[in-house]
């Protein structure tokens, strides 16, 4: 008793005296704030032009997460020693299994030039086009961005995509060519395929190489130099525009601002333009890369808020946060994320529905672009149908759920969302293949499709099967330009009008087999078009199964009805009587496999007589096998849905 009270009391005097000595940092060593000293994290020591908000903006695998970790160890944010950062900004289990980034992550640093401080504000951002919101949702609280190029890779179709983000919203690039140190690495000729293809100076090209940290340091004196510092609102309210959040189990909900106007302070009463909500301001600080404490956040700062927000549905991205009685215009509102792909996800269990749950809806306090919906299934039970970003963002999903959460999960055959025009003027968007209108439908005028622009950069000796690829799955307007022409290792930029189903199935593992893994891939959202679409059901012995429903362009109909019921055939264990297997669309029947019964020998008994002995046997057989067709049910069980979903050629 006598050491508690020793604890509280030390406590109680370091609160006093604004002092946090050893042991009072010992006994909170569980927190997630770091209690920093106060004199290094003087907030009101960097006015605006001391600031510069800039992120790191490329392709995948091009080196963004080294360079981070180069860029905090240069500014003494984190330690030096040989070899022990790898990926420090990378924080999620997934992410170091997969070595890429699915979310963008937030540190500040101090760097000193001329013997001035600077706070430099730095956010890593993921290079996939899943995660391609989490891109522009960055760049709304940044002026700067370094453009990564790998050397040895040179301009891929993911670089051009951010590098038009980064253009539209006015935000200073600079672009920075990596791994220069690398044997295969070609400097001059990727320096030309950025001067042709952004029209960028090879002059201002910095080159570096973020593993080694050679030139590294000039990329810190060029975004002191560059990037223009934040020009803050000449109005002292307090203005705060929120840009990410993530969840907390113990705080709530923690909120990235960038501080237009006026200071926020711990203590202060904050409200919503978007919900009207007000919030108190528990804590607040900046991330070194850690949560780091400091009491207030100034003009052109970013850091975190902790303000007891307890839901994640009230923090939106892009709203504006003012000082209780002193309200302010909102500031530009931020497109929110759109959903490309759907799937179900069920229990391999039923039982473990509630736990499944839980799991979800916790995984979707820190992963605010999932949409979720309840739905049910005769074959798997309870479930939900959830909404993503891509078939990546998909598959991030479910291993986050088996790795955090230690749940077992069946997940249907992506899907797409539809749309059905009806004659009455209004338009339903239809996201499960179940709920799709059926043939002949006279209330449905049309049905449309979305579809993607394509961006596909490879050597242009594979040319031709790009285009052969591209035309096997309905893409068409195909537009081809040379990135380097007259190089000896010459590469071409297509682009095309395709559909999202067919880009959510195997055309991503079929582009980088033809390709020898040397093709990059892309695409943007173009809109819905008019399809001749169908719905195909899958029945055994007549009676559908609603959680194998698929959309089939009526080109593929054949195709997909004999793969898929060739593979139903091999993971239905046999039954006592026949089996029908059919894919069928509306009443007519596309494909059909026959699982034969299995069979008792009963003639093995009988010895000599007459054979009409044996047919009176053999006709008995089969009066009962007809009997027990009607009255047998045909379960699939959860063993051949995990086989039959976890194929990627069930579908082409």
């Known amino acids: 008793m006598h050491k508690w009270?020793?604890?509280?009391?030390?406590?109680?005097?370091?609160?006093?005296?604004?002092?946090?000595?050893?042991?009072?940092?010992?006994?909170?060593?569980?927190?997630?704030?770091?209690?920093?000293?106060?004199?290094?994290?003087?907030?009101?020591?960097?006015?605006?032009?001391?600031?510069?908000?800039?992120?790191?903006?490329?392709?995948?695998?091009?080196?963004?997460?080294?360079?981070?970790?180069?860029?905090?160890?240069?500014?003494?944010?984190?330690?030096?020693?040989?070899?022990?950062?790898?990926?420090?900004?990378?924080?999620?289990?997934?992410?170091?299994?997969?070595?890429?980034?699915?979310?963008?992550?937030?540190?500040?640093?101090?760097?000193?030039?001329?013997?001035?401080?600077?706070?430099?504000?730095?956010?890593?951002?993921?290079?996939?086009?899943?995660?391609?919101?989490?891109?522009?949702?960055?760049?709304?609280?940044?002026?700067?961005?370094?453009?990564?190029?790998?050397?040895?890779?040179?301009?891929?179709?993911?670089?051009?995509?951010?590098?038009?983000?980064?253009?539209?919203?006015?935000?200073?690039?600079?672009?920075?060519?990596?791994?220069?140190?690398?044997?295969?690495?070609?400097?001059?000729?990727?320096?030309?395929?950025?001067?042709?293809?952004?029209?960028?100076?090879?002059?201002?090209?910095?080159?570096?190489?973020?593993?080694?940290?050679?030139?590294?340091?000039?990329?810190?004196?060029?975004?002191?130099?560059?990037?223009?510092?934040?020009?803050?609102?000449?109005?002292?309210?307090?203005?705060?525009?929120?840009f990410d959040s993530s969840y907390d189990r113990y705080r709530g909900v923690i909120s990235l601002f960038n501080v237009q106007s006026g200071v926020l302070r711990r203590g202060d009463k904050i409200q919503s333009c978007h919900t009207n909500k007000k919030y108190d301001v528990i804590d607040v600080g900046v991330m070194n890369p850690e949560e780091t404490?400091?009491?207030?956040?100034?003009?052109?700062?970013?850091?975190?808020?902790?303000?007891?927000?307890?839901?994640?549905?009230?923090?939106?991205?892009?709203?504006?946060?003012?000082?209780?009685?002193?309200?302010?215009?909102?500031?530009?509102?931020?497109?929110?994320?759109?959903?490309?792909?759907?799937?179900?996800?069920?229990?391999?269990?039923?039982?473990?529905?509630?736990?499944?749950?839980?799991?979800?809806?916790?995984?979707?306090?820190?992963?605010?672009?999932?949409?979720?919906?309840?739905?049910?299934?005769?074959a798997l039970g309870q479930g939900h149908r959830l909404g993503f970003l891509g078939t990546l963002h998909m598959d991030v999903f479910r291993q986050r759920l088996e790795d955090e959460y230690d749940a077992n999960v069946i997940i249907t055959s992506p899907s797409v969302p539809y749309e059905a025009v009806y004659r009455n003027g209004k338009t339903k968007m239809i996201s499960n293949p179940v709920e799709f209108p059926e043939p002949g439908d006279f209330k449905v005028v049309e049905v449309r499709e979305p579809m993607v622009k394509a961006t596909i950069i490879v050597p242009d000796e594979y040319l031709g099967q790009m285009m052969e690829l591209i035309t096997s799955h309905r893409?068409?307007?195909?537009?081809?330009?040379?990135?380097?022409?007259?190089?000896?290792?010459?590469?071409?930029?297509?682009?095309?009008?395709?559909?999202?189903?067919?880009?959510?199935?195997?055309?991503?593992?079929?582009?980088?087999?033809?390709?020898?893994?040397?093709?990059?891939?892309?695409?943007?959202?173009?809109?819905?078009?008019?399809?001749?679409?169908?719905k195909m059901m899958f029945q055994l012995n007549g009676k559908p199964i609603d959680a194998l429903a698929m959309i089939v362009h009526k080109s593929n109909i054949a195709k997909v009805g004999r793969a898929w019921t060739k593979k139903l055939r091999e993971v239905i264990p046999r039954q006592l009587f026949e089996v029908a297997i059919q894919a069928v669309i509306g009443s007519k029947v596309q494909a059909r496999e026959t699982l034969s019964a299995i069979r008792k020998d009963v003639t093995a008994g009988l010895y000599g007589g007459h054979y009409e002995r044996k047919l009176k046997h053999l006709e008995r057989q089969k009066e009962s096998k007809k009997k027990m067709k009607r009255v047998g049910n045909v379960e699939l069980p959860q063993e051949a849905f995990f086989d039959m979903l976890r194929t990627k050629q069930g579908g082409k």
């Open 5 to 242: 009270t020793r604890r509280l009391r030390l406590i109680e005097l370091s609160i006093q005296h604004g002092q946090y000595n050893k042991e009072f940092r010992r006994l909170f060593s569980c927190s997630h704030v770091v209690w920093s000293d106060s004199k290094q994290w003087k907030m009101v020591d960097f006015p605006p032009e001391r600031i510069r908000n800039f992120g790191i903006i490329a392709h995948i695998d091009h080196g963004k997460s080294t360079l981070a970790d180069r860029l905090l160890e240069l500014t003494g944010t984190i330690s030096s020693t040989a070899g022990a950062n790898k990926q420090v900004l990378d924080k999620l289990k997934v992410e170091r299994e997969r070595g890429i980034t699915v979310k963008a992550q937030t540190a500040s640093m101090i760097h000193h030039l001329d013997n001035n401080p600077y706070l430099l504000n730095l956010i890593d951002t993921p290079g996939h086009v899943d995660f391609s919101w989490e891109v522009l949702r960055s760049l709304a609280a940044c002026q700067g961005a370094l453009l990564l190029v790998d050397a040895t890779q040179g301009v891929q179709a993911q670089s051009l995509s951010v590098f038009h983000a980064a253009k539209e919203r006015g935000v200073k690039i600079i672009p920075v060519l990596n791994k220069i140190d690398l044997p295969a690495a070609d400097p001059e000729r990727i320096m030309g395929q950025m001067s042709s293809t952004f029209g960028i100076d090879p002059d201002e090209v910095l080159q570096i190489s973020a593993k080694t940290g050679l030139g590294v340091e000039s990329v810190l004196e060029a975004i002191i130099e560059r990037v223009p510092s934040p020009s803050p609102s000449p109005n002292t309210a307090l203005k705060a525009l929120l």
């Open 293 to 378: 404490s400091t009491g207030s956040l100034h003009p052109g700062q970013v850091g975190y808020v902790a303000c007891n927000m307890k839901q994640s549905t009230e923090a939106h991205i892009g709203d504006t946060f003012f000082r209780v009685g002193e309200p302010v215009a909102p500031l530009g509102s931020f497109k929110a994320s759109k959903a490309m792909v759907y799937a179900g996800i069920f229990p391999i269990d039923n039982n473990d529905f509630p736990k499944l749950e839980e799991s979800i809806h916790r995984l979707t306090l820190t992963d605010r672009s999932v949409t979720v919906q309840r739905e049910s299934s005769t």
């Open 475 to 534: 893409g068409g307007e195909i537009d081809h330009k040379y990135l380097d022409a007259g190089s000896t290792s010459a590469r071409v930029m297509l682009q095309s009008v395709m559909p999202l189903s067919e880009v959510v199935t195997d055309f991503f593992d079929q582009l980088k087999h033809r390709s020898s893994g040397f093709a990059s891939f892309d695409y943007e959202e173009v809109g819905y078009m008019k399809s001749d679409l169908h």
